[in-house]
DNA sequence: GCAATCCTGTTGGCATACAAACGAAAAGGT
DNA sequence: ACCTTTTCGTTTGTATGCCAACAGGATTGC
């Protein structure tokens, strides 16, 4: 008598999470279009903490060197961000807000919280607290 | 008397949707890395409902028609899955899994379910199935 | 002081993802 | 029958995201 196991993939946290995740996407798109959540993220981190090097910037935003690197081309791109390189260490370049990248972030800091409550808007207040907390263990 | 908003970045859903992600894709990975998560995804719904036209098997697995027909290809040169012509609408492509594409599945299927598990397993049981379903809400 | 190691940024390659635009085919309405 | 609308698959362009390999600079061990 064995049960034959069965993989149902809408049950797969991956799956869920990649679901989630487009749905969050589309929300932030359509409320914050001219970046993305990426580089928005760069443009809080930024703001937050000063200018960082590159490396640091994408240990504190979650990016691999690569991924970063590209992230912050495109803002450079935009004129959003600058870089220059640091005096103290040859290797190191240092990722600054320009006055534009400031204002953009300033503008529309409220608005990117606004993108988490309404993603997580079908939940109550408590459901909301706990999913919040379940994840961050999940790091 | 007013508080200044502050954007904690380490506290948005987006954020800990894509850390949570990072580290899933990571288990995944190491666990099968035969095939990406999407392609898993694929073979899993071929498995489970038979051949599909490629837009209904990007809809099962929840990828734009850019996206699905991608992995559809990169599947196909892996010998994975099969494309053939519908008769009855000439429009579509009817995607089916080869033998190889049926072996691997089966062979791996079981990881893939411990894959989900690995990556909830900071949880308890009960935190588990709670994540799950506050996720699913979120869809 | 110097060799081994580590850190930083860059590049190339691969694999999602989605938007927009397109042609061909099917479905529906009148 | 005919026209409009949908659906299906394709292509192009942009943006993550990771790995692996690399070069040059900084650090550490000895």
């Known amino acids: ?3 034959p196991l069965k993989y149902a993939l809408e049950d797969q946290v991956g799956f869920l ?5 487009q749905r969050h996407l589309t929300i932030f798109n359509e409320a914050i279009p001219e970046v ?3 580089q928005f993220a760069v443009l809080a981190q930024l703001s937050a903490l000063g200018p960082l090097s590159q490396n640091h910037l994408g240990r504190v935003t979650a990016m691999d060197g690569a991924t970063i690197k590209g992230v912050v081309d495109r803002l450079t791109r935009q004129g959003l961000v600058e870089t220059s390189p640091d005096p ?3 290797r190191r370049l240092t990722v ?7 204002a ?6 409220e608005t990117g919280l606004a993108i988490s409550a309404r ?3 079908p939940l ?7 999913l919040l907390t379940l994840l961050a263990r999940l790091t």
Chains 1, 2 share one sequence.
């Open 1 to 3: 008598m064995e049960t």
């Open 17 to 21: 999470l990649r679901r989630v995740t």
């Open 36 to 38: 993305t959540t990426t």
């Open 88 to 90: 103290e260490d040859r």
């Open 96 to 102: 600054s807000l320009t006055a534009e990248g400031t």
């Open 104 to 109: 953009l972030f300033a503008a529309r800091m």
């Open 119 to 121: 993603t997580l808007d």
């Open 124 to 130: 109550t207040a408590a459901e909301q607290a706990q």
